[in-house]
């Protein structure tokens, strides 16, 4: 039960951030004239948005005592929680492999961002890097900056309308982690041989040639 409320949190915590996100996308968009980003431009920004999206994920997995004063960290918390951030990413990554096998399946255009898979798992290693490094220094996610992250995360989930509607992507978020867990257990059935099909067919051929001999 821990691991899923664990689960349901940060998938919720996950879509209020893409949603602030967009808007600064946004904003970048407007200011550079709605272009088309270049390479380096691209996985420069999406870098920041993996390391800011794993400052918040440690973050919502620290404590702080303030009888001490130190950072507590709940493994409760911050194990599940690493693993959780690290599987929503794979995700992500698989999604758009099969997105650019589909569209290279059907010879339809791609999207007008740069794509480099090298990079994607540059990203994927960056951000495993930082929520270790984090561990180490968890003074780090003191920054102005991931507290104007949380202090907006906070309102709108709190929201009326707005934290309803992540409650609901959230819930959905952990429908869909569910079953992918399930998919990556369950046995996939066994290929046939395409010999032993070819044999297959080869015997029924031949009965039916039997047959009409016979009659």
Known sequence: MILLTLLFKLG??????????????????????????????????????????????????????????????????LVPGGLILMLYLLGKFQKQQEQIKFFGGFQLPLQQRPYA??????????????FIGLYF????????????FESNIHSLENAFLLGFIFQ????????????????????????????????TDDFTDYEEISDKQLD
């Open 12 to 77: 919720v915590r996950f879509a209020i951030f893409n949603f602030i996100w967009f808007f600064l996308e946004l904003v970048h968009k407007v200011l550079t004239g709605m272009r088309p980003p270049f390479l380096a431009e691209q996985y420069i920004l999406k870098a920041i948005k993996y390391v800011l999206l794993v400052s918040i994920t440690f973050t919502y997995c620290l404590d702080f005592d303030p009888a001490k004063p130190t950072y507590a960290l709940d493994w409760q918390k």
């Open 168 to 199: 609901v992507l959230g819930f959905l978020f952990v429908i869909s982690v569910l079953i992918r867990l399930l998919k990556a257990f369950l046995p996939k059935p066994p290929k046939a041989d395409p010999e032993q099909m070819q044999d």
């Open 137 to 148: 220094y968890p003074q780090l996610t003191e920054i102005g900056l991931l507290h104007w």
């Open 117 to 130: 898979k090298n990079l994607e798992i540059a990203l994927l290693i960056l951000s495993a890097m930082t």
